[in-house]
């Protein structure tokens, strides 16, 4: 009897050069089977750019994928998904930006977004299980936005609390609660 092999997880970056101590970076060194997307930083908006880059990616790996996103990764995943032909057992999707607001300064704003393609922002249900963990004082999203997000692509909300948008600036380098809720996603995709 054949058993099935243990899925990749993918993960998608936001709008971030690579970083050290960033929860995803030391997520994928911890991880047996990882694959972090490259990096494209806030110069590149071209929204289209970055999905051919995850399309790449994730055709590139053999078996089940998990995805996870933070941030702008997010929204360059819920675009991908609604064309992608690829087989994805779940996504993890953190700490969402809320795209149709002003975003602090340093932050791409709407113009330059429409521009790129990234908005409007997908509000279709998306083709695979997915788990939106929400910081209730994250600077780019409103906890009650981004639970709107999470219901319109199907997605269980997670209420991380005042986590700031988990990163580096708010505190975080490891976060060992992506763990419990790969297992989680894991446990919804079966």
Known sequence: MATSSPATVLLVPGLRDHVEDHWQTLLAARLPRAFMVPPMGRDDLDLEARMTVVEHAARSIEGPIVIVAHSAGVMVVVHWALRTLCAVQGALLVTPPDFEKPLPAGYPQATALREHGWLPVPRQPLPFPGIVAAS????LAAFSRVGELARDWGAALVDLGP??????????????????????LGARAS
């Open 136 to 139: 209730r004082n994250d600077p």
């Open 163 to 184: 986590v700031g948008h988990l990163n580096p600036a708010s505190g975080f380098g490891p976060w060992h609660a992506a763990d419990e809720l790969l297992a989680r």
